[in-house]
């Protein structure tokens, strides 16, 4: 097979792929990266761009390194979870529809519990953040934040 043949076959899949994606009635929203405030032990996003973002990702210093988050709308409700599926290693997550999708290994999980659906890494939960809202602003925790992470690293 020569090399027109191939970049032709590569042409031809990628095209089709899009068409069955187009197709399929849901579209996938990847993350927009912000950057978060941080005041002592308190992180907080405005309301404001995680609604326009539709799913945005961010991530917090520890004594160990970055650890990654997502914040995202789902139908008027705002959901913060760790951002990590330990497996394959990822820290990216597209909105599809009610369904959170990892975008290393495209893993599905539930974006309203956050619990595995389909996918090499389901057994790995997206643990939820809890957070208040005061002035336009998602406030959470350091504390709760390094609680998500870690129950997110541990499988069940």
Do not use: H, W
């Amino acid at each position: 097979m020569n090399k027109l043949n191939i970049i032709l076959i590569v042409v031809l899949l990628a095209v089709t792929a899009a068409l069955l994606g187009a197709c399929s009635g849901s579209s996938s929203i990847r993350a927009t990266r912000v950057t978060p405030a941080i005041t002592e032990d308190m992180v907080s996003l405005q309301y404001s761009e995680i609604q326009a973002n539709k799913i945005s990702s961010f991530s917090v210093a520890t004594t160990s390194g970055e650890i990654s988050f997502m914040a995202y709308d789902l139908d008027g409700k705002i959901y913060a979870r760790a951002d990590i599926c330990p497996p394959c290693r990822s820290d990216s997550f597209s909105l599809n529809g009610t369904t959170l999708v990892c975008d290393t290994c495209a893993t599905v999980f539930d974006a309203r519990t956050g619990k595995g659906l389909k996918g090499a890494c389901v057994n790995y939960p997206k643990a939820l953040v809890p957070f208040t809202e005061n002035g336009g602003k998602l406030i959470m925790k350091g504390a709760d934040l390094l609680k998500a992470y870690q129950d997110t690293l541990q499988p069940g």
